[in-house]
């Protein structure tokens, strides 16, 4: 039987605990492995040893990520004012606009979690793929393909440049006017940081070029395909259900949106250096639990949800499957399809066997506070 979300809650409750000293421990220990990665870039001697370097700073970017998000809901560190600040320091190396991300992540993400919004690898239907323009299609196909360019293509074309960085014009207007200062802070941190880097035969052996290249887009680069394939997994897998519909026909489903996300078993050496990222579901029943009690909170749930929980050890057998299986979703059926519209899947667990219990009368979650939270961006 599927537990019920207070019980849920209350177990959970525990791991509801911000420490500023942990969460300013994980600042610093990722800003001086960035930096050192940048700097190593740029300072030692061999190509291969620098490019080592940089990738390490562009998975510390993909760190940096994970420390914004939590400050954005609050739970880095104790205090309103010191989570803003250090969101707003970590996403700048990203060239993230905190206060856009908030928005979609706060408005648009958890309250329509594999909903019909755009979100990241929100699926197409066949319909809808075969509508696309043919260029379209086979990015597509690159996007959901077994590759890194695909996902870092994806990230930085469908996601960072239409919701991370500029203001756009669909966005409320107060949302949108309070995202130009924060836009105007990244372009001044933008000059000062590739200016630098341009300045490097003045401090070191590389070009201006080089030193542009190596230091600063290829570790954005990985940022960009780390990003892409990690939300990809956290939301897609055989069994993940998405759903199309009005925000009260899927009222049940957003409700649970522990039941809508995937938690993906990692080495805990993995868990470690990206701040246990994987642990998922979790922060979708209860999104104030901090990156370093995740792990141990998540194996709670997991516990709780027994047969409802959708874990998958990973492994490249595991995520190949995934990955081939997941082209096109069929909302009549809930079921994968590859692009060609063959089903890949059968239906997918939340319509195989929970949707009765989900229509079940059921005791939601505290609601997240979004304004509240909106206007500590």
Same mark, same amino acid.
């Given at each position: 039987m599927l537990?019920?979300?207070? !019980?849920? %809650?209350? !177990?959970?409750?525990?791991?509801?605990? $911000?420490?500023?000293?942990?969460?300013l421990a994980f600042f610093f220990y990722d800003m001086a492995l960035?930096?050192?990665?940048? /700097?190593? @870039?740029?300072?030692?001697?061999? %190509?291969? =040893?620098?490019?080592? @370097?940089?990738?390490?700073? *562009?998975?510390?970017? +993909?760190?940096?990520?994970?420390?914004?998000?939590?400050? @954005?809901?609050?739970? %880095?560190?104790? *205090?309103?004012?010191?989570?803003w600040l250090l969101g707003v320091i970590v996403y700048a190396p990203c060239f993230y606009n905190y206060r856009m991300w908030v928005y979609d992540h706060h408005v648009g993400h958890h309250p329509h979690t594999n909903g019909p919004i755009k979100d990241t690898y929100t699926p197409f239907t066949k319909a809808e793929f075969d509508a696309l323009p043919l260029c379209r299609q086979w990015m597509e196909r690159l996007y959901r393909g077994p590759n890194v360019i695909g996902w870092s293509l994806y990230y930085l074309i469908e996601r960072w #440049?239409? =919701?991370?960085?500029?203001?756009? $014009?669909?966005?409320?207007?107060?949302?949108?006017? /309070? /995202?130009?200062?924060?836009? #105007?802070?990244?372009?001044a941190y933008g000059i000062v940081f590739y200016g630098a880097l341009a300045m490097a035969p @003045?401090?070191?052996?590389?070009?201006?070029?080089?030193a542009i290249l190596v230091a600063g887009v290829y570790p954005f680069l990985v940022f960009m395909a780390v990003t892409g394939w990690g939300l990809y997994l956290q939301h897609t897998h055989p069994d993940a259900a998405w759903v199309r519909g009005s925000d009260e026909e899927n009222k049940i489903y957003y409700d649970r949106g522990e039941l809508l996300s995937v938690h993906w078993v990692f080495p805990r050496w993995f868990g470690k250096f990206t701040h246990d990222v994987m642990d998922h579901p979790v922060h979708h029943l209860h999104p104030r639990i901090p990156c370093y009690?995740?792990?141990v909170a998540q194996a709670k749930l997991n516990e709780l949800l027994g047969e409802h929980a959708l874990v998958e050890k990973f492994t490249f057998k595991s995520f190949l499957h995934t990955m081939r299986a997941c082209k096109l979703y069929d909302f009549e059926n809930h079921r994968w399809l590859d692009f060609d *519209?063959?089903?890949?899947?059968g239906t997918t667990r939340m319509f195989? +066997?929970?949707?009765? !219990?989900?229509?079940?009368?059921?005791?939601? /979650?505290?609601?997240?506070?979004?304004?509240? %939270?909106? !206007?500590a961006a």
């Open positions: 537990i019920g979300q207070r !019980e849920a %809650l209350r !177990e959970i409750a525990p791991h509801v605990r $911000s420490s500023t000293a942990i969460g960035y930096w050192g990665g940048v /700097a190593g @870039a740029i300072f030692l001697p061999d %190509l291969w =040893m620098k490019l080592v @370097a940089a990738t390490i700073a *562009g998975f510390k970017l +993909s760190a940096f990520k994970t420390l914004g998000h939590d400050a @954005a809901h609050g739970c %880095l560190v104790r *205090g309103r004012r010191l989570n #440049w239409d =919701m991370k960085i500029f203001p756009r $014009s669909h966005m409320p207007k107060k949302h949108r006017d /309070a /995202a130009w200062p924060h836009f #105007w802070f990244l372009v @003045a401090y070191s052996n590389m070009s201006a070029a080089g009690r995740l792990r *519209g063959k089903p890949t899947t195989r +066997s929970t949707v009765n !219990e989900l229509r079940a009368p059921q005791v939601k /979650a505290a609601a997240v506070n979004t304004d509240a %939270l909106l !206007e």
